[in-house]
């Protein structure tokens, strides 16, 4: 199953694609945390997209669908996987589309996770994530067992650049402009499911679990 999470910024899109991925077993592909780890590392990719990232605009579209497309290459993904802030332009929807049409397969449905503007204020003032995993956390509403320590992994915990007031507000503004289209683009495919973001994050994920048929499977 090749599931798509969209989502303004800070809608838990991030938050859904990890509890999905481990409840149904689909590898998680967020192109953000790709963009990041290769920022934290300091390659030729991390040194080319961190200037777009710091701004809160768009990576250019060759260079997201080229790094989508090597990592939907790996083995991981050969059955399925969950895109998490990808794609985020029509363009990128299209490449999306025609790779995996090339491969026989096919985007099954696209979860909009839609929250309200104020709403996304509140979460990304009090994000913090993992240096290592990148998880995400919120300082009120889902903060780590051990205080800046990550629940997965143990990795220290940071606020990410790009979530200071004014970058949030650029971010919103190149999301209502460039992504929103792609709601359309998928909604005229019929792929196209609204969840309600507003709720607890176990609520949407059983929820989202719910609308795909899946079955989650039960942590112990
Ligand atoms: P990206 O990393 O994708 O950021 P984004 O889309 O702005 O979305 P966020 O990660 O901020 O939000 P989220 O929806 O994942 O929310 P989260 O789960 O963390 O992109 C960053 C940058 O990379 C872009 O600006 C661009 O430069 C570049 N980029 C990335 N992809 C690109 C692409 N395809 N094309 C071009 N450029 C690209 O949750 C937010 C907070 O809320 C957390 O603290 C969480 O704990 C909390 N929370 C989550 N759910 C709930 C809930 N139900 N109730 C209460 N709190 C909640
Ligand atoms: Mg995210
Ligand atoms: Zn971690």
């Not at 090749?2 to 859904?16: D, S, W």
């Not at 934290?40 to 809160?56: C, N």
């Not at 176990?202 to 719910?210: A, L």
Request: with cysteine.
């Amino acid at each position: 199953m090749f599931l798509v999470l969209l989502g303004a910024p800070g809608a838990g899109k991030g938050t859904q694609a990890a509890m999905i991925s481990r409840k149904v077993g689909l590898a998680h592909i967020a192109s953000g945390d790709l963009f990041r780890q290769a920022v934290e590392k300091g390659t030729e990719l991390g040194q080319s997209v961190k200037a777009y990232m710091d701004k809160g605009m768009l990576v250019p579209d060759e260079v997201t669908i080229q790094v989508i497309s090597e990592r939907l290459n790996e083995p991981d993904c050969q059955t399925g996987c969950i895109f998490d802030g990808f794609p985020r332009t029509v363009e990128q929807a299209k490449a999306l589309g025609k790779t995996l049409a090339s491969q026989g397969k096919a985007i099954d449905k696209a979860i909009y996770v839609e929250v309200s503007d104020e709403e996304l204020l509140k979460r990304l003032g009090g994000r913090w994530i993992c240096r290592q995993c990148q998880t995400p956390y919120h300082e009120v509403t889902s903060p780590p067992r051990i205080p800046n320590k990550c629940d997965e992994c143990g990795g220290e915990l940071y606020q990410r650049s790009d979530d200071t007031e004014e970058t949030v507000k650029e971010r919103l503004k190149v999301y209502f402009v460039q992504t929103t289209p792609v709601l359309d683009y998928y909604r005229a495919e019929g792929k196209l499911v609204k969840v309600d973001g507003k709720r607890g994050i176990e609520e949407v994920s059983e929820e989202i679990i719910d609308v795909l048929g899946l079955k989650s499977v039960k942590a112990k």
